[in-house]
């Protein structure tokens, strides 16, 4: 459980190889054969490395399953912003798993060395000494010992999945703690309702400190938050955020601010941007409201409808499409994209869009076979024009391009059709058309992860 995806294999094959990737080989092989659902194995390494993870700066802790990756991009710019040092933990990453490890500088930071990487990666591989240990654990051991060592003002530590049994789950005394938007994902981990699977998240709550609830549009995982932080007197904190036509003004006990539309695209960013704001209001920095709006409108954060503008994929468009790319792969991702196509047909404009034009919306479609379909595409199917299926390259867990068109013609989307790749399926949509499209990239991360990797 306390497991996040494994490194996404097909992008990083494309690369050259590096110092860190036999050691990385080496470390999935000591998976273990049964899971235990505990936190013994990392408790145990972290010991016999003179746990790090009580020699860290500051730490916010946000678990959720949508949006925890936004909300945590949404602090580390306007902390930047701010000039202090942050070291960001994510998961999973696109192309190199390096993409996981963030270390804080003065000048924004960088993702960590291969050199670096290896090293420690090493350092775990000997303290263990051959005992099973997950990948995610000992990888995130590695982050620890990382963040432990380099200086920094705070760390952003999000959850692989779940919160109660993540890996991640191992500081007593984070700053604040933080849940995203809490949907179905993972159940064969968390459970199949709402209630079991909002309950594991607040697993990461700590008693007394203070915790940022994104709001939980079903009643269930509200419910379940509120017990557990109630439970250990943990505070929730107040805040509110309120779009406007030019923006979106944020309100908490501490702040009042009208601010602009935020730098990543989805009127549903204005929520996982509020709950970052709240969650500085936690931490001993300082970080004053014009850092607040240079971090909001400089935030990057790929594969989250991501407007893709450059690389051999974008440049073989004829003038006048467009090309998005989104890895969403749940229920309340495919309701966040629906919202979007709506906003699109309506014309409106948005981070990234020419102007808001209302473009027919072609898909581009790969999806993970442990993963539900109908959740996902029935969302998104009443505003999707065409659709190109594909399996994910190099995963034997894809739904077959042939399958994923079956969900389509279920779902009501009658121009389906199944494609080699993703270059095939964008030359077929392009050869079906006369006049500009949106073509809309999107069903899972290590899809997206293929995509960035060969698109440069």
């Not at 730490?59 to 580390?76: D, M, P």
């Given at each position: 459980m ?45 010991a016999?490395?003179?746990?790090p993870?009580?020699k ?13 990756g ?38 924004g ?15 775990c591989?000997v ?10 654990e ?7 010992l ?9 760390v ?6 779940g919160g109660?049994?993540d ?14 938007r ?15 699977i909002?309950?594991?998240k ?5 008693p ?10 079903e ?7 509120n ?8 505070p ?80 073989s ?15 309340s ?55 190109r ?8 867990a ?59």
């Amino acid at each position: 459980m306390s497991d996040a995806p494994t490194p996404l294999a097909n992008p990083s094959a494309r690369l050259a190889a590096t110092r860190s990737d036999p050691v990385l080989d080496r470390l999935k092989g000591l998976h273990p054969k049964i899971i235990d659902l505990s936190l013994d194995r990392v408790h145990r390494l972290l010991a016999a490395l003179d746990h790090p993870e009580r020699k860290l700066p500051p730490v916010v802790h946000v678990a959720g399953t949508n949006g925890k990756g936004s909300t945590v991009a949404f602090l580390r710019a306007m902390l930047e912003a701010a000039g202090h040092r942050v070291h960001v933990y994510t998961s999973p990453h696109l192309v190199r798993f390096h993409e996981r490890i963030r270390l804080g500088g003065r000048q924004g930071g960088r993702l960590i060395d291969d050199d670096h990487l290896a090293a420690l990666l090493e350092e775990c591989e000997v303290a263990n000494a051959g005992n099973p240990i997950t990948f995610f654990e000992v990888t995130t051991v590695a982050a620890f010992l990382a963040f432990s060592r380099v200086p920094a003002d705070v760390v952003l530590l999000e959850t692989g999945l779940g919160g109660r049994l993540d890996a991640t789950n191992v500081v007593d005394r984070p700053a604040v703690t933080a849940i995203t938007r809490i949907s179905y994902d993972h159940r064969q981990f968390l459970g199949d309702s709402l209630l079991e699977i909002a309950s594991e998240k607040a697993g990461i709550f700590k008693p007394g400190i203070p915790v940022v609830l994104a709001p939980q549009p079903e009643a269930d995982a509200l419910k379940a938050l509120n017990l557990r932080a109630n439970a250990i007197a943990a505070p929730i904190q107040s805040w509110s955020v309120e779009e406007r036509p030019d923006g979106f003004r944020f309100e908490s006990t501490r702040r009042r601010l009208d601010l602009p539309m935020p730098g990543l695209a989805g009127a549903h960013q204005i929520t996982n941007a509020g709950v970052a704001i709240a969650c500085l209001d936690h931490l001993p920095l300082a970080v004053d409201d014009e850092a607040v709006r240079r971090g909001l409108a400089g935030v990057e954060w790929p594969a989250r409808l991501q407007r893709l503008t450059r690389g051999p994929l974008a440049e073989s468009l004829p003038a006048g499409w467009e090309l998005w790319l989104d890895g969403g792969h749940n229920d309340s991702a495919g309701e966040v994209l629906a919202r979007q196509a709506v906003d699109w047909s309506r014309g409106q404009p948005d981070e990234g869009s020419d102007g808001g034009s209302s473009l027919p919306l072609l898909l581009i479609y790969g999806m993970l076979s442990s993963k539900d379909p109908f959740e996902f595409l029935g969302p998104l199917a009443p505003f999707t024009h065409s659709l190109r299926a594909v399996a994910i390259p190099g995963e034997e867990a894809s739904f077959t391009a042939e399958e994923s068109c079956e969900t389509a013609n279920l779902c009501g989307i009658r121009d389906h059709a199944a494609a080699d790749g993703v270059d095939a399926a964008l030359a077929d949509l392009v050869a079906g058309r006369r006049t500009p499209a949106r073509v809309l990239i999107c069903g899972s991360l290590y899809l997206a992860g293929t995509v960035l990797a060969e698109n440069g």
